[in-house]
């Protein structure tokens, strides 16, 4: 059993711990300064809705209007509490979205655009035309810039007397929350088109970064969240509309999702941009285009994947924060990993000791039924060697080796001994640990978060030897020298002693989130181990019985 466990942890370090050298991330440093409250970051009530039809039938009707166009280039700068907007009216797009309260990987302030992909494909809120291109390129047109009264928004309009369109941005001070709208005319008729986002998103100086962007929508009719990463379109664009209750574009942290303000189908259009950066190599990213009609009027989402800010905006947008297979367990994890941090400890560090230390209290009995299997396996060892003799020539393919194992299985049955039972404590903690991995790998929270000389919870150490993975392996080592060996095998034997440095070389480059929780629980299970040890006396070794012998038949 103990070798199949080990089997069991070496294909999880597969999936958990080899994964990172692959897609290891560099060190995300804190922010700089704690991320806004709900309350602040999203605004209670919502723009009243139009009806969409409406809206488009009087775009369609109204004659086109004469020549209106900027004198000259202009960028308009939007400054609120949580992020800073920089638009160019050569396009009436975006060139710069910075949030305030985030760093990059090198400590500054994150940018979402990619800024190298600009010389390759367009700004983001770009037109892209469904039915064909009209006469005027409107992504190189110089548009009439109107800002509003308070700072926070910017009317653009152009028209050549023949295409005539009109974008409208609206922000908000102290709110993730904006409002987009594009209308989109030519010779007085409505053209369908799309607003884009192109060339990837979200923090572009992470390594591997576009494993994590996709495309994402929300099928409200099926309700089913839809990802798409750029490898979808690597035949071209991939199109899909339908009823939406957002579309947009995300990686592990971030999101833009375009949110529609009509009860309506909307379309989203997937892209593979390969972009050249600073390495010299092209690297595909993805891009995204939504709307569809001729008027698109949507709310707008632009920020952390923050699961209380997601929630206030609309249900169904914490279905972007990605829990794995477990999700069952990451995200109750987290929420009481979140609730202690607001209401006692104000440390996510001190939030997962907390955690780790309460989990194993409610494995406690799992422990105990380990141990007492263990000692009273380790009773029998003397009988099972002696079947293990008597079938010493037996080949695995051998019929008489299934007899072997039932003998060793009526041992276990007569003594009430249960052989999978020494290792249910462990078995039950892979999905757990599983679900910290995934926790510590997509919230925001965690992102950046320390804890005494962790800088950053959700990443490796940043001293030059990582001191939580050597404790830890010096901790199981000691945990294993007071567990009781159920196992006789001198080969088994040594071979378990190596567990404590496979699991060091696999924790080693692991988020010290992750070490911290498997520490702590080692330190844990060396007091209950003391004191089982202490509890219950170890069980003498069952003798065995030889068989009697009758007198001997005389010839």
Known sequence: ???????????????????????????????????????????????????????????????????????????????????????N????????????????????????????????????????????????????????????????????EYSDGKTHCIKSFRFSKNSYLSDIKSELTENGIGVPHLLEWRGGFGDITVLNRQSAQKAVFYDLSNS?????????????????????????????????????????TIEIETFKDDITLSTGKDEPFVGAGVGGDAVNNFSLFLGPKDLELLKRVDPRLPMVIDWGWFWFIAKPLFLAMHWLDDHFTHNYGWSIVLITIIINIVLLPLRFTSMKSAKKMQGLQPQIQAINAKYKNVGLRDPKKAEQNQEVMDLYKKHGVNPMGGCLPMVVQLPILYAFYQVLSVTIELRGAPWLWVTDLSQPETLPIHLLPIIMIVTQFLMQSMTPNPGADPAQARMMKFMPLMFGFFFYNMSSGLVLYWLTGNLVGIIQQWLMNKATPAVAPVAITAPKLGPKKKK
């Open 1 to 87: 059993m103990e070798l199949r466990l080990l089997i069991a942890f070496v294909l999880m370090g597969i999936v958990l711990f080899i994964t990172p050298y692959f897609y290891k991330a560099p060190v995300v440093p804190k922010r700089t300064s704690p991320a806004a409250t709900p309350a602040q970051a999203v605004q209670a009530t919502a723009p009243p809705l139009v009806q969409k039809s409406e809206v488009a039938e009087a775009a369609a009707a109204a004659p086109s209007p004469g020549q209106i166009s900027g004198d000259k280039e202009e960028v308009f700068t939007i400054d609120t509490q949580l992020y800073r907007v920089r638009l």
């Open 89 to 156: 009216n050569v396009g009436g797009v975006v060139v710069d979205w910075t949030l305030k309260k985030y760093l990059d990987s090198t400590g500054k302030p994150l940018e979402l655009v990619n800024k190298p992909a600009l010389v390759k494909v367009p700004p983001p809120f770009s037109i892209a035309y469904k039915d064909g291109k009209p006469a005027t390129q409107l992504n190189s047109a110089k548009f009439k810039a109107t800002t509003s009264p308070d700072g926070l928004g910017v009317d653009y």
């Open 224 to 264: 089913k969240l839809v990802v798409h990463p750029a490898s979808a379109a690597k035949n071209g664009p991939v199109t899909a509309a339908g009823d939406y209750s957002f579309a947009g574009i995300e990686d592990t942290f971030f999101a833009a999702l375009f949110l529609p303000k009509e009860r309506s």
